[in-house]
C-alpha cells in the first residue's frame, strides 16, 4: 500500500508569494493534518482536517490556511511567504477522527519549501 | 499536555542496547505514551506507544514504571540505520486528536 505522498518534494519561492503544497493521505484514512519543521526543530502542528471540516488549528497566523477535498487530500496554502517559512512541510493521516491508541499518525516525507 | 523531557544526543556502537529515557512528571491518567523515529528530510515514524508495564514490538520495547512518571524507550542492539531523532510524546490521544506535541526529540548517533 502506498504511504502519505506530498507534492512537490521540493519548492523555491521569494518573498511575498504565495504557495500551495499537497497531501495524499493513506487509503481510507479520512484525516489528515499538516506540521511545520523548522531545522533542528520538532514538527509544529498546523491544521488537521477531517471529513473536509477543519478539526484543529495551531498557532500560525492567518497566511496558513488548507482544505480537505472529497477524496481525502488535502492542499496546504501558504500566503505572502516570508523567510521565516522557511521550513520541511509534513503531512500526516490518521483513520476515524484523528490518532488514537493503535491508530497512530502516519507522516509523509514532507515538502522542502525554501523562501529567498 | 504532559511536558516531556529528554536527553539532547545520545551516541552508541553498532551492536549495543540503546535506552532512551523520557521524564513526563506529570502525565494525566488518560496519556498514552508515544514514541517517533525520524530520519533526515523524511516524516516522523511511528515506533511505538503504550499505556502501562511493557510493550514489545519487532522493533522496540517501552518500559513503563508503576508511577508512569517516565518511560525507557529500548532499542535492541543498534545498527547505523538507527541513528535517527526519537520523539518522546505524552497524551489523551483521543482529546489531542492528530495535535501531537513535539519536542527537540533525542539525538542517536550509532559509530561503527
Known amino acids: 500500500d502506498a504511504g502519505v505522498t506530498q507534492s512537490p518534494t521540493h519548492l523555491i519561492k521569494t518573498r511575498g508569494q504565495q504557495v500551495t503544497l499537497r497531501c495524499s493521505p493513506i487509503?481510507?484514512?479520512?484525516?489528515v493534518s499538516w506540521y511545520q519543521q523548522v531545522l533542528g526543530q520538532g514538527p509544529q502542528f498546523i491544521f488537521q482536517?477531517?471529513?473536509?471540516?477543519?478539526?484543529g488549528r495551531g498557532n500560525f497566523p492567518d497566511r496558513f490556511s488548507a482544505r480537505q477535498f472529497p477524496n481525502y487530500s488535502s492542499e496546504l496554502n501558504v500566503n505572502a511567504l516570508l523567510l521565516g517559512d522557511s521550513a520541511l512541510y509534513l503531512c500526516?493521516?490518521?483513520?476515524?477522527?484523528?490518532?488514537?491508541?493503535?491508530?497512530?499518525?502516519?507522516f509523509g516525507n514532507g515538502t522542502r519549501l525554501t523562501v529567498t | 499536555l504532559a511536558k516531556t523531557t529528554q536527553p539532547i544526543s545520545m551516541d552508541s556502537y553498532e551492536g549495543q542496547e540503546v535506552n532512551i529515557t523520557c521524564s513526563h512528571n506529570?502525565?494525566?491518567?488518560?496519556?498514552?505514551i508515544t514514541w517517533y523515529q525520524q530520519f533526515p528530510s523524511q516524516g516522523p515514524r511511528f515506533i511505538i506507544q503504550?499505556?502501562?508495564t511493557k510493550v514489545t514490538n519487532e522493533v522496540a520495547s517501552l518500559f513503563i514504571p508503576a508511577d508512569r512518571k517516565s518511560s525507557t524507550l529500548s532499542l535492541p542492539r543498534v545498527s547505523l540505520s538507527d541513528t535517527a531523532v526519537y520523539y518522546c510524546l505524552v497524551g489523551d490521544m483521543e482529546r489531542i486528536r492528530n495535535k501531537l506535541i513535539f519536542g527537540a526529540g533525542t539525538r542517536l548517533a550509532v559509530h561503527p
Open positions: 482536517y477531517y471529513e473536509k471540516e477543519e478539526r
Open positions: 487509503s481510507g484514512h479520512k484525516s
Open positions: 506529570n502525565i494525566a491518567t488518560n496519556d498514552y
Open positions: 503504550g499505556y502501562k
Open positions: 500526516a493521516s490518521s483513520s476515524g477522527t484523528g490518532a488514537s491508541y493503535n491508530s497512530p499518525l502516519h
